[in-house]
């Protein structure tokens, strides 16, 4: 017998915001449960590119 879980697997009732690099929609996840207010970025790479000025 498996424990129930809260998570139902419906991903389209997570929230979402967009990255402030490329505006790609980012969800939420567990591991960003304590500090989403604090996620801007999607990745790594637009991590990085976020000083970086378009030539």
Do not use: E
């Amino acid at each position: 017998m498996t424990k129930p879980s809260g998570f139902k697997g419906n991903k389209q009732d997570l929230p979402q915001k967009p990255c402030l690099v490329c505006g790609r929609p980012m969800s939420w996840r567990k591991s960003w449960a304590k500090n989403w207010d604090q996620v801007f970025y999607c990745s790594d790479r637009c991590r990085a590119a976020k000083n970086k000025v378009p030539a």
